[in-house]
């Protein structure tokens, strides 16, 4: 019905839209195709993210909390097969944060009374690693100089001073940074900023030259990926990886992609492991005498309720309640905010020193989980 209205009542451009067997496709990325084309593309993108919203986590979270008001989620090491934890029943790890109106959901996650959230995230992290595994020297040492790795990046391919490069650049620049990983194309690039195809291609081309250990690394990992059936992380970890010989060239292609990152994304899952492990055993030996409230672990308070808790005359300085991908949630009494935030940045930017390369920590406290 939709397809009717936008290609043949309205009779929006079809060029460059996909066709299945049905008819021509409505899916997101057709949607994006055809905005400005006429008002009611933004409005059904509109009324599409509400109703998900509405049926996903408005009406779905609340009939799940038990009799605390707590909301519990399933933390699995065996689902994603780069090594990373994932949620299940609710997904926690996929609350929306990139809409405004998707972050309101997270401020209905509140922590207990007289306590706060306070998240860490590592900065930058899968592109560090991949400077460590790739042994960019270049990469490593902009890193260790604190240098805004978009701007550097600009900066080289675009050949002008760091001084000069325009926010249009960096954000061009930071594209391809996090996206060359997972085996962006120059037509992907263009979509992504609007460059031309011919403008995206010479861009990537750049990259490559400047980036070189990048490029011989994942060509390498794709290398060793079908020769040797597998990858594995910096510790060792292993993915078997018999996509790469699929004689169906998609699967191929998601196989090679998949091989290439998986080091760098399983790296990083280790590492997070790792370092929970050790704020765990941080929070514990940093106890306080007092009548902290016990939160329970892998829960979450939603707004407008107030689970009463018993006090113990020893209780940790805060609790992980969250872990997602790169960050960890802490719930904490509100004056040991600082405590948690330093101990933290302190856990997590030295987790493991032998990389050699400058792990970056970003804290924020907030008295819900939209400001954090």
């Known amino acids: 019905q939709l397809a009717d209205v936008l290609y043949g009542k309205l009779a929006l451009p079809t060029l460059g839209i996909k066709k299945g067997k049905t008819g021509y496709s409505t899916g997101q990325k057709e949607l994006d195709k055809l905005r400005g084309q006429h008002p009611v593309v933004e409005l059904v993108e509109q009324w599409r993210e509400v109703t998900k919203l509405q049926n996903t986590y408005v009406e779905a979270l609340p009939k799940l909390i038990d009799k605390k008001s707590r909301l519990h989620t399933d933390f699995r090491q065996d689902v994603a097969a780069t090594g990373r934890l994932s949620s299940a029943d609710p997904n926690l790890q996929n609350i929306p944060v990139r809409s405004e109106l998707g972050r309101k959901i997270r401020e209905a996650f509140v922590p207990a009374k007289g306590h706060v959230f306070v998240s860490a995230d590592y900065s930058q992290f899968e592109l560090r690693l991949a400077a460590v595994l790739a042994g960019d020297k270049e990469m490593i040492k902009d890193f260790n100089s604190d240098i805004d790795i978009h701007t550097k990046t600009a900066s080289d391919v675009y050949g002008i001073p760091l001084d000069e490069v325009t926010k249009s650049q960096r954000r061009d620049a930071k594209v391809i940074n996090f996206r060359v990983l997972y085996g962006m194309s120059p037509h992907g690039l263009s979509q992504a900023t609007g460059m031309s ?19 011989k690394y994942i060509d390498a990992t794709i290398a060793k990926a079908k020769n ?63 009548g902290v409230q016990n939160v329970e672990k892998n829960d ?13 005359p020893e209780a940790p300085v805060g609790v992980q309640v969250l872990q997602i991908h790169d960050s960890i949630l802490i719930e904490c009494p509100e004056k040991n905010a600082d405590v948690v935030s330093k101990l933290l940045v302190d856990v997590m930017e030295n987790i493991y020193p032998e990389l050699g390369i400058k792990l970056k920590v970003d804290v924020s406290v907030g008295k819900n989980w939209g400001e954090v």
């Open 197 to 215: 195809f011919l403008d995206a291609k010479a861009f990537i081309d750049e990259y490559f030259r400047l980036r070189a250990p990048i490029r």
């Open 300 to 312: 979450v308070l939603p707004a407008g309720s107030r689970a009463s808790r018993s006090t113990t």
């Open 228 to 290: 040797d059936g597998y990858v594995e992380t910096y510790f060792g970890r292993r993915r078997p990886t018999p996509e790469v010989k699929s004689s169906n060239f998609m699967v191929r292609a998601a196989g090679e992609r998949q091989a290439a990152n998986m080091p760098i994304q399983g790296t990083e899952a280790d590492l997070m492991k790792m370092a929970m492990l050790k704020v765990e055993e941080k929070l514990a030996s940093a106890a306080v005498h007092s």
